[in-house]
């Protein structure tokens, strides 16, 4: 199959169709993976001229005590958002999936916030968190809660609120992935485990949730990749802020080379986020290769 | 048998609580940023008992409105979102045909190279986009918002899977009656693959509507910004005041809702197909 080419008509035509997505595609996608490769070796002024300076890129990005906070912090957010968005994504699938009334209602509710741009997210957020007059606060005083919370002025609290905003931003994302799942779990499963007098619980624990095992692997593979891209929440929320303690390795990136206008060193970190990626990536798709 | 049928009740008695209880707290955000942009300025948004009280007044959104920058904004969103949607659709299904149906040389290196291109995020090329748009000089160009989004080879691969479920016969009597492999694509596959396409293209769109990343570096001239590269500027010069943001993240997300309601079918199938945030 792979020997038998099709005809010098049919070459010319296959690329004729690729011609439009191939020249875009080389330029803002296979040249870029290359520039920034070769950037990450240079340094780069701010009139944009470049000169070879070899590792020193890698060296300095190696010896900074920011590079490794930002990663630190990038490793933490993975660390406490991907469990919570697993389960909280898998309970909202299974409550859509028990074919309560208004089904419907519920699933477009938990899915709304996800279509919503980060801007918005970030902005309805901050005056929900806000001291003294946010609504958060306001609620919690009701009920009983004394003192002020200062949410985004502490480093824990500022990690708990951006977590929040982002399980209700896109924790419906996850859900619908592991609905996907529950809905391809066949139905004499459960009922053969009823017959057996297999309770609710029961039928979770030994049908359900094994079930579920490769649509559990891949939502925790595709939320990891998402969770070490975390900028926007952060970066608009609490500017990486108090002081950089949630500062993330895209939000460094970013100060790096457009703020102190050092696209080199910059480079060198994309690279970092370039070569985590990839090998979540490659897990995902060895997992979807393998799956049957 | 009757115990286990009260048991069941109660546990679906608390799958209604906990559904419907978590429903609340969801659409609780919402309906605060709905209702405080209809409140007059300066009122008390933050008590609820007096939230929902009249008076309510349509003059956040005039004010909003009335700012020449959120109109540019939209337009911009608007231009793009939808230049991204069609030609993503377009070039993304011509590949797609190409890798599916077309026998050519070098078929296997380029789908290597378009499923390598989906592990690589933007957050890793802003770089190198930077200097190339910087180059090209389009900073603060439609071209450099739109043409990093139709890199995204996504697309590609979603409609080639569906490509290639397309059966032989098909093509074959299409072939036999004279049709050419323009004529097999343009009123055969894309046709056919009608519901794919509308899940690619509102997915897209969405996602091009709220991108917010590469237009925050690509865009530096207010008149050029986006919605959500706009609107944060635009709130922090009223951060006293929460009213007036409000009404416009409202109007900034409008579109993405109604799209969100009307296609919600689509949107919900396309993540199904993509499994890629």
Sequence with gaps: MKLRLGSKGENIA?????????????????????????????????SMESTFIGLSNYTQMIRDKYFWEALWNTFYFVLISTPTLIIVGLTLALIVNANLKGTTFLRSVYFLPFVLSISVISSIWVFILQPYTGLLNTFLHKMGVVSEIFWLDEPTLAWISILIATVWWTVGFNMVLFLAGLQEIPEDLYEAARIDGAGTWRQLVSITLPSLKNVMLLTVVLQTISSFKLFGQTYLMTKGGPGTSTRTLVQYIYEKGFIERDMGTASAMSYVLFVVTILFAVIQFKFFTNKD | MTNSLRRMSIGRLILYVLGFGLAVIWLAPLVWMIVTAVKPA????????ELFKAPFTLDNYKYVLGNASVWSWTLNSSLVALVVTV?????NSLAAFALSRIRFVGKQLIFWLVLMGLMVPIEAKIIPLFQIMVDLNLINSYPALILPSLAAPLGVFILKQFYDGIPKDLVEAAKIDGAGLLRIYWSLFLPL????????????????????LWPFLA???EKMMTLPVGIPTFQSAYTAELIIPMAANVLASLPAILAFILFQKHIIKGITMTGIK
């Design chain 2, 87 to 91: 030609l993503t659709l377009l070039i």
């Design chain 1, 14 to 46: 296959g690329y004729l169709f690729l011609l439009p997505f191939l020249i875009i595609y080389s330029m803002f996608m296979l040249y870029p993976i290359v520039r920034g490769f070769v950037t990450s070796f240079h340094k780069v002024s701010i």
């Design chain 2, 193 to 212: 693959s009608r519901s794919s396409m509308a899940a690619l293209a509102i997915f897209t769109f969405v996602t091009s509507w709220n991108n917010y």
């Design chain 2, 219 to 221: 865009v530096t001239e």
């Design chain 2, 42 to 49: 300066g009122s008390a948004v933050t008590v609820m008992s």
